[in-house]
């Protein structure tokens, strides 16, 4: 987050996506009552509205923008102005129709919903910027504009294009890549496999369908060329609006979610002046609490501190195949977690629910049924309890323990022909990070070469893709004193996705004490059980490796199957430090205890002395006091040992503080 331009809003925001072009203005008058109502601080607006604001090419019509800017300062509600370029309107297509995708498959998409543009586009980039410029001109100024939000969901739907025009912007970008030496390409590519030589630049392409898999260092190298080309997007509109308004802040949405991978957000988030995230729920998630967690630890890892909820839901979404409604009380849980793990501002989409359009089934904070409904009274009452929050704003989560987290070995981990095409990067760190949760003991996450001097424990749940840089910097924080503990399949390729020779996991097997020759993987509905220092119940799933100590010991062993009697999970002292490897996937409660152990040696302490069932607990901690939240998802309630006042009811605690049956208490304690 950018120390000279922030959001000149006091206390925690709360909003969402504002879109009164969908209503006759009669309707905004209400709009603007309901929202002071509710504790409405600021919302997004024109997000979706070029079509209104450029009626032609180069023609721009602001004046229902003046007014709905003029009636949010009027009632003192500030905005997050949108630069609409997520949606091109359908001039644009019949004008530049070469600006349309091609998918993989080689078919030119059509126009007619959102983001349906090429990133690669020249003609689009062009009018993107000049919209941006058109906006930033008129209303750079107006009392009402605290952030501007550029675009919406970048790569949400268009993460990569197969056009020529984009395969020509990939080989400029492979040319910077690799100095204009084709022969360094063809080497980190491999491509003396399969017949794949490159002679001439203009012979690659994207890796389009083909006849059977593609070469794995080209989908990596695409994928990373993708990111950078929606970044450069990103900048080059930023960079416009900066011009106009240098004070103002500018953010654009994550989509740090269960579903969206298509970004590297650790490569844009120091481009943001203020980090923003969209979170969803899956409907089909039994304990979805856990993603709300891990995604918020996540994203205010990326953003260094607090970060901005832009987008969640009050209740169902509309694009999954069952869109369930929230349970009583999920909602405020949802976003009090939220603010629990950085969030210092929490907004919807949308306002209100529209009536017509393809989301026209999403929830919203006036939903259809209007004021006379459970969401609109959860939405009040989500607008007090932020307002009692309010000097949590700018407080922090402190954590002894690291996750480390890298797009590039989720991209190629997920890639085809793998040992196991059922390894799922998210999934494998979400099992680590769990038993954490549960217990109360706060998590950041980290890159590989990220400074690792401030954590007592450090975990590598995967990370099948890392390089020497990175290699070196986890293998250093372990010989100087730490605690490194890593999952199977890691350190088994470089940044070419080149096997490290010599055993695995390869950049991993001097500081975990370990060689494996050969990987075991399990077919599904396939276990081991395991025997040794695990639950007498132990047994582990999805992978297994023939794995041989070279200095570490064995606290866990196969007691069946193939690899009986061999190590399953080791521990190993190297310089100052400990080492621990993983080569398998113990169950979850097995999985439990072990990381229990390994955060007891390591000297990681959780938020609470007695973590409670179903009680979430985390302290974020300010200048002067600290907060303590504790969210119970249990449906039971508890009571927790604190001492303060309860911000929520602005009631001294002594001894102890009750959480209500699925409900939230923050305590401020005092220091």
Same mark, same amino acid.
């Given at each position: 987050m950018s120390t000279e331009r922030r959001l000149r809003l006091p206390g925690i925001a709360y909003g969402g996506d504002y879109n009164p072009e969908q209503w006759p203005e009669e309707v905004w008058a209400e709009d603007m009552r309901l929202m002071r109502e509710a504790g409405v601080t600021m919302v997004s607006v024109g997000i979706f509205s070029w079509a209104l604001l450029e009626p032609a090419e180069g023609v721009y019509d602001f004046a229902r923008m003046d007014k709905i800017l003029d009636l949010l300062h009027a009632n003192g509600i500030a905005a997050d102005l949108a630069t609409p370029t997520a949606a091109p309107p359908a001039w644009f297509f019949k004008a530049y129709p070469e600006a349309l995708p091609v998918d993989r498959d080689g078919r030119r998409l059509s126009y007619g919903s959102r983001q349906t543009f090429c990133p690669s586009s %020249?003609?689009?980039?062009?009018?993107?910027?000049?919209?941006? *410029?058109?906006?930033?001109? $008129?209303?750079?100024?107006?009392?009402?504009?605290?952030? +501007?939000?550029?675009?919406?969901?970048?790569? &949400?739907?268009?993460?990569? &294009?197969?056009?020529?025009?984009?395969?020509?912007?990939?080989?400029?970008?492979? $040319?910077?890549?690799?100095?204009?030496?084709?022969?360094?390409?063809?080497?980190?590519? *491999?491509?003396?496999?399969?017949?794949?030589?490159?002679?001439? +630049?203009?012979?690659?392409?994207?890796?389009?369908?083909? *006849?059977? #898999?593609?070469?794995?260092?080209?989908?990596?190298? +695409?994928?990373?060329? &993708?990111?950078?080309?929606?970044?450069?997007?990103?900048?080059?509109?930023?960079?416009?609006?900066?011009?106009?308004?240098?004070?103002?802040?500018? @953010?654009t949405n994550f989509m740090v979610n269960f579903s969206i991978e298509a970004l590297d957000y650790w490569r844009w988030a120091p481009e943001l002046d203020i980090v923003s995230n969209d979170h969803y729920l899956r409907a089909d998630d039994p304990e979805s609490e856990v993603d709300v967690a891990l995604c918020g630890d996540l994203v205010r890892s990326m953003a260094g501190g607090p970060w901005l909820l832009m987008e969640h839901s009050t209740g169902a979404v509309n694009w999954q195949p069952v869109n369930r409604a929230k349970h009583p009380g999920e909602m405020?849980?949802?976003a009090l977690a939220h603010v629990a793990h950085g969030a210092d501002g929490i907004a919807y989409f949308q306002w209100r629910a529209a009536k017509a359009g393809s989301e026209q089934w999403h929830s919203a904070m006036l939903p259809h049924a209007g004021t006379s409904s459970r969401i609109w009274q959860d939405v009040v009452r989500l607008g007090a309890d932020l307002r009692a929050l309010a000097e949590v704003r700018g407080s922090t989560v402190a954590a002894d323990v690291?996750?480390?987290?890298?797009?590039?070995?989720?991209? /190629?981990?997920?890639?085809?022909?793998?040992?196991?095409?059922?390894?799922?990067?998210?999934?494998?760190?979400?099992?680590?990070?769990? %038993?954490?949760?549960?217990?109360?003991?706060?998590?950041?996450?980290?890159? %590989?070469?990220?400074?690792?001097?401030?954590?007592?424990?450090?975990?590598?749940?995967?990370?099948?893709?890392? #390089?020497?840089?990175?290699?070196?910097?986890?293998?250093?924080?372990?010989?100087?004193? *730490?605690?490194?503990?890593?999952?199977?399949?890691?350190?088994?390729?470089?940044e070419n996705c080149h096997v490290r020779l010599g055993g695995y996991p390869g950049a991993f097997r001097d500081v975990l004490g370990v060689r494996a020759d050969e990987p075991f993987?399990?077919?599904?509905?396939?276990?081991?059980?395991?025997?040794?220092?695990?639950?007498?119940?132990?047994?582990?799933?999805?992978?297994?490796?023939?794995?041989?100590? @070279?200095?570490?010991?064995?606290? /866990?062993?196969?007691? #069946?199957?193939?690899?009986?009697?061999?190590? /399953?999970?080791?521990?190993?002292?190297?310089?100052?430090?400990?080492? +621990?490897?993983?080569? @398998?996937?113990?169950? %979850?409660?097995?999985?439990?205890?072990?990381?229990?152990?390994?955060?007891?040696?390591?000297?990681v302490r959780p938020v609470l002395a007695a973590p409670s069932p179903g009680i979430e607990a985390v302290r974020r901690s300010g200048t002067d006091a600290d907060y303590l939240f504790l969210i119970d998802h249990s449906g039971a309630g508890a009571e927790i040992p604190a001492d303060g006042v309860e911000l929520l009811t602005d009631k001294p605690v002594h001894r102890s503080v009750t959480v209500p049956a699925g409900g939230v208490a923050v305590v401020r304690e005092a220091r």
């Open positions: %020249p003609a689009y980039r062009a009018a993107a910027l000049r919209m941006a *410029g058109a906006l930033a001109e $008129r209303y750079a100024d107006h009392p009402a504009l605290v952030m +501007w939000h550029v675009h919406n969901e970048y790569g &949400c739907h268009n993460a990569a &294009c197969y056009c020529d025009t984009s395969a020509a912007a990939f080989r400029r970008w492979l $040319r910077g890549k690799y100095d204009d030496r084709l022969d360094a390409l063809n080497h980190a590519w *491999g491509t003396t496999f399969w017949s794949q030589w490159y002679y001439d +630049w203009d012979e690659i392409i994207p890796p389009r369908v083909t *006849g059977a #898999d593609s070469n794995p260092t080209h989908q990596l190298d +695409w994928r990373r060329f &993708c990111n950078a080309e929606q970044l450069s997007l990103y900048v080059a509109e930023r960079d416009v609006l900066r011009r106009a308004a240098p004070g103002i802040p500018a @953010t405020r849980r949802n690291a996750i480390v987290w890298d797009w590039d070995a989720r991209w /190629a981990l997920e890639l085809p022909s793998q040992p196991s095409s059922r390894l799922r990067f998210q999934q494998l760190v979400r099992d680590w990070y769990t %038993p954490l949760w549960r217990a109360g003991t706060a998590v950041d996450f980290v890159r %590989p070469d990220a400074d690792l001097s401030g954590y007592r424990l450090v975990l590598v749940p995967s990370l099948y893709v890392v #390089d020497d840089e990175g290699a070196a910097n986890l293998t250093a924080f372990a010989e100087r004193g *730490g605690t490194l503990a890593v999952g199977f399949h890691s350190g088994t390729v470089d993987p399990l077919l599904p509905g396939e276990t081991h059980r395991l025997t040794g220092q695990v639950p007498p119940d132990a047994t582990a799933a999805l992978w297994s490796e023939r794995l041989q100590l @070279t200095g570490a010991e064995a606290i /866990a062993t196969y007691a #069946d199957g193939p690899l009986a009697d061999l190590p /399953a999970v080791t521990r190993h002292a190297y310089g100052a430090g400990i080492g +621990w490897y993983l080569a @398998t996937s113990p169950e %979850p409660a097995t999985l439990a205890s072990l990381l229990a152990r390994i955060c007891d040696e390591a000297g």
